[in-house]
T-cell receptor
């Protein structure tokens, strides 16, 4: 069975620092998608960044970037120059790239950005 | 504006009283799904739908029903709610990617359900 593990239930960093959230997954699939979602106190789920497994280049979206290590099945999220508005729960998610399959979420990492 | 709309946002109900949480998307997405979010358990999928009249069970379907009569709507039905269904519920919709798999989910704002 495919699983997604986020080993850090909670983290705190000072504003403007860089923080890395870890995510590992277990699968026998060769083609899949990986996502990071942000859930701020408003509770809405917001897609932060997406990575296709067949792409070797790490995805980047402004201050957010990933370190995708396919062989190690690792997909960490780096937030540079962290801001107070980055305070949220972050979910890593995995999706096999074939029909009729389910997206699988990790349990989340609660990130606090301290002023 | 592209969005997924859930209603209601908050609901308190009593055990056994049937309820429906509506979900509507305006992006013409084929794929829609329901999740529940519980502390320490993250998000778990309840049901999903690949298209109109096509639904399938997720990881935690017991106690829930869904229907997909129209592409834009995917209501979640609790025929006889119980206190263990107290949770935060999210509806999501996605396009299907080139290989037919859901891609980049857009989420509704969530429904906080309390069953007493």
């Amino acid at each position: 069975a495919q699983t997604v593990t986020q080993s850090q239930p909670e983290m705190s960093v000072q504003e403007a620092e860089t923080v890395t959230l870890s995510c590992t997954y277990d699968t026998s699939e060769s083609n899949y998608y990986l996502f990071w979602y942000k859930q701020p106190p408003s509770r809405q789920m917001i897609l932060v960044i997406r990575q296709e497994a067949y792409k070797q280049q790490n995805a980047t979206e402004n201050r957010f970037s990933v370190n995708f290590q396919k062989a190690a099945k690792s997909f960490s999220l780096k937030i540079s120059d962290s801001q107070l508005g980055d305070t949220a729960m972050y979910f890593c998610a995995f999706l096999p790239a074939h029909r009729d399959d389910k997206i699988i979420f990790g349990k989340g990492t609660r990130l606090h950005i301290l002023p | 504006e592209a969005q997924v709309t859930q209603n209601p946002r908050y609901l308190i109900t009593v055990t056994g009283k049937k309820l429906t949480v509506t979900c509507s998307q305006n992006m013409n997405h084929e794929y829609m799904s329901w999740y529940r979010q519980d502390p320490g358990l993250g998000l778990r999928q309840i049901y999903y739908s690949m298209n109109v009249e096509v639904t399938d069970k997720g990881d935690v379907p017991e106690g829930y029903k869904v229907s997909r009569k129209e592409k834009r709507n995917f209501p979640l039905i609790l025929e006889s709610p119980s206190p263990n269904q107290t949770s935060l519920y999210f509806c999501a919709s996605s396009l299907l990617g080139l290989q037919g798999s859901p891609f980049e989910a857009f989420f509704g704002q969530g429904t906080r359900l309390t069953v007493v």
